[in-house]
Protein backbone atom coordinates (compact mmCIF):
# COMPACT_ATOMS: atom_id res chain seq x y z
CA UNK A 1 0.00 0.00 0.00
CA UNK A 2 2.50 2.57 0.80
CA UNK A 3 4.53 1.69 -2.36
CA UNK A 4 0.99 2.39 -4.11
CA UNK A 5 0.87 5.87 -2.60
CA UNK A 6 4.95 6.57 -3.26
CA UNK A 7 3.88 5.25 -7.06
CA UNK A 8 0.65 7.87 -7.23
CA UNK A 9 2.78 10.76 -5.79
CA UNK A 10 5.61 10.89 -8.01
CA UNK A 11 3.34 10.66 -10.65
CA UNK A 12 2.14 13.40 -9.73
CA UNK A 13 4.78 15.27 -9.05
CA UNK A 14 6.25 14.35 -12.44
CA UNK A 15 3.16 15.76 -14.26
CA UNK A 16 3.02 18.89 -12.07
CA UNK A 17 6.62 19.52 -13.25
CA UNK A 18 7.32 18.10 -17.22
CA UNK A 19 3.60 19.31 -17.92
CA UNK A 20 3.62 22.80 -18.59
CA UNK A 21 6.57 22.57 -21.10
CA UNK A 22 4.18 20.24 -23.34
CA UNK A 23 1.59 23.30 -23.91
CA UNK A 24 -0.19 23.06 -27.27
CA UNK A 25 0.78 26.32 -29.60
CA UNK A 26 -1.89 27.73 -32.81
CA UNK A 27 0.61 27.87 -35.43
CA UNK A 28 0.28 30.80 -37.51
CA UNK A 29 0.59 30.82 -41.02
CA UNK A 30 2.24 33.81 -42.39
CA UNK A 31 -0.31 34.63 -45.50
CA UNK A 32 1.19 38.05 -46.41
CA UNK A 33 3.07 38.32 -49.56
CA UNK A 34 3.60 42.26 -49.02
CA UNK A 35 4.03 45.04 -47.21
CA UNK A 36 1.32 47.76 -46.93
CA UNK A 37 -0.19 48.81 -50.11
CA UNK A 38 -2.24 51.68 -50.78
CA UNK A 39 -5.36 51.33 -53.42
CA UNK A 40 -8.26 52.48 -55.44
CA UNK A 41 -11.08 50.67 -56.25
CA UNK A 42 -11.38 51.35 -59.66
CA UNK A 43 -14.27 48.77 -61.07
CA UNK A 44 -17.45 47.15 -59.21
CA UNK A 45 -19.16 45.12 -61.12
CA UNK A 46 -22.34 43.42 -60.42
CA UNK A 47 -21.37 40.17 -59.49
CA UNK A 48 -18.54 41.01 -57.40
CA UNK A 49 -15.59 41.54 -59.98
CA UNK A 50 -13.49 44.07 -58.42
CA UNK A 51 -10.54 46.32 -59.61
CA UNK A 52 -7.78 47.63 -57.67
CA UNK A 53 -5.51 50.44 -58.76
CA UNK A 54 -2.09 50.15 -56.89
CA UNK A 55 -1.61 53.88 -55.85
CA UNK A 56 1.55 53.27 -53.60
CA UNK A 57 3.46 50.71 -52.01
CA UNK A 58 6.24 47.67 -52.74
CA UNK A 59 4.25 45.32 -54.78
CA UNK A 60 6.54 42.59 -54.84
CA UNK A 61 5.84 39.92 -57.11
CA UNK A 62 2.29 40.62 -57.38
CA UNK A 63 0.60 39.89 -60.65
CA UNK A 64 -0.48 43.31 -62.05
CA UNK A 65 -1.03 44.65 -65.37
CA UNK A 66 0.72 47.89 -66.08
CA UNK A 67 -1.77 48.95 -68.54
CA UNK A 68 -5.58 48.27 -68.66
CA UNK A 69 -8.19 49.35 -70.74
CA UNK A 70 -11.37 48.82 -69.59
CA UNK A 71 -13.58 48.12 -72.50
CA UNK A 72 -16.62 49.17 -70.76
CA UNK A 73 -15.70 52.81 -69.99
CA UNK A 74 -12.91 52.83 -72.58
CA UNK A 75 -10.75 54.77 -69.58
CA UNK A 76 -6.88 53.07 -69.59
CA UNK A 77 -5.94 52.23 -65.71
CA UNK A 78 -2.04 51.43 -64.79
CA UNK A 79 -1.15 49.40 -62.81
CA UNK A 80 -4.59 47.69 -61.91
CA UNK A 81 -5.69 43.65 -60.77
CA UNK A 82 -8.59 41.41 -60.54
CA UNK A 83 -9.03 40.73 -57.01
CA UNK A 84 -9.21 36.73 -56.67
CA UNK A 85 -10.78 36.51 -53.19
CA UNK A 86 -13.98 38.60 -53.50
CA UNK A 87 -16.01 36.87 -50.96
CA UNK A 88 -13.90 38.31 -48.19
CA UNK A 89 -13.69 41.95 -49.79
CA UNK A 90 -15.54 44.69 -48.04
CA UNK A 91 -18.20 46.76 -50.12
CA UNK A 92 -16.27 49.33 -50.83
CA UNK A 93 -17.21 51.98 -53.96
CA UNK A 94 -15.29 52.85 -56.97
CA UNK A 95 -13.23 55.50 -56.03
CA UNK A 96 -12.78 54.37 -52.77
CA UNK A 97 -8.74 54.62 -51.26
CA UNK A 98 -7.71 52.08 -48.82
CA UNK A 99 -4.58 49.65 -47.58
CA UNK A 100 -4.55 45.99 -47.92
CA UNK A 101 -1.35 43.28 -48.20
CA UNK A 102 -1.38 41.05 -51.01
CA UNK A 103 -1.71 37.68 -49.08
CA UNK A 104 -1.68 33.84 -49.95
CA UNK A 105 -5.20 32.72 -49.92
CA UNK A 106 -5.75 29.76 -46.89
CA UNK A 107 -9.77 30.24 -46.69
CA UNK A 108 -11.94 28.44 -49.29
CA UNK A 109 -14.41 30.74 -51.22
CA UNK A 110 -17.55 29.87 -50.11
CA UNK A 111 -19.66 32.79 -51.25
CA UNK A 112 -22.51 33.00 -53.74
CA UNK A 113 -21.27 35.25 -57.16
CA UNK A 114 -24.03 35.87 -60.03
CA UNK A 115 -22.79 35.17 -63.31
CA UNK A 116 -23.46 38.53 -65.18
CA UNK A 117 -20.32 39.03 -67.27
CA UNK A 118 -18.16 42.25 -66.42
CA UNK A 119 -14.45 42.88 -67.72
CA UNK A 120 -12.13 42.72 -65.74
CA UNK A 121 -7.96 42.64 -66.30
CA UNK A 122 -6.27 38.85 -66.17
CA UNK A 123 -3.86 39.13 -63.79
CA UNK A 124 -5.29 38.83 -60.23
CA UNK A 125 -4.25 38.63 -56.63
CA UNK A 126 -5.75 37.90 -52.94
CA UNK A 127 -5.76 40.66 -50.67
CA UNK A 128 -6.21 41.46 -47.10
CA UNK A 129 -8.61 44.72 -46.69
CA UNK A 130 -6.97 46.61 -43.66
CA UNK A 131 -8.99 49.90 -44.07
CA UNK A 132 -7.19 52.90 -43.49
CA UNK A 133 -4.13 51.61 -41.62
CA UNK A 134 -2.05 48.81 -41.62
CA UNK A 135 -1.46 47.04 -38.51
Sequence with gaps: MKKRKLFILFVALTAIIFL???????????????????????????????????ISGDAGNADIAPNWLDPETNINYTNVFTVKNHCYFP???PGDEFNF??????KTMDCIVC??????????????YTGSTCP
Design 20 to 54: PGFTCKKETIDTRLSGCIKGRLVVKGPCAQYVIQV
Design 91 to 93: ALN
Design 101 to 106: YFIRQV
Design 115 to 128: LAARATPLQGNEVQ
